[in-house]
């Protein structure tokens, strides 16, 4: 059974930081590039930022490149989104997604698996 559970959201104050994680199971993790998307309230999900197997490549959206750093740890299957002065609309629902491309990519149809996500809350 595949499986891919965040963690780590939560309510902060503009300016704050939060780390994300999401722990994998049930597929060949180090094989798979991961990425991070998000929904906010009333909006279409949207790229955040994506990591290829190795870790050696990372994409990030123009609306978070500088604040937000995604990192992997293939032994223990889970991918990080440390989230660093965090904005009121930085606001959503937070999901890790898997991609059996390797290499990062933004499209969200690309992914093959989906966490629930966790809700990041974000107050000025």
């Known amino acids: 059974q595949v499986l891919l559970v965040e963690s780590g959201g939560g309510m902060v104050q503009a300016g704050g930081s939060l780390r994300l994680s999401c722990v994998c199971s049930?597929?060949?993790?180090?094989?798979?590039?991961m990425g991070w998307f998000r929904q906010a309230p009333g909006k279409e999900r949207e790229f955040v930022s994506a990591i290829g197997w190795n870790g050696a490549f990372a994409r990030y959206a123009d609306s978070v490149q500088g604040r937000f750093i995604i990192l992997r740890d293939n032994g223990m299957k889970s991918v990080y989104l440390h989230m660093n002065s965090l904005k009121v609309e930085d606001k959503a629902i937070y999901y890790c997604a898997a991609d059996r491309s390797i290499y990062p990519v933004t499209a969200e149809t690309e992914y093959d698996y989906w966490g629930q996500g966790t809700q990041v809350t974000v107050s000025s």
């Open positions: 049930g597929f060949n993790f180090s094989m798979y590039a």
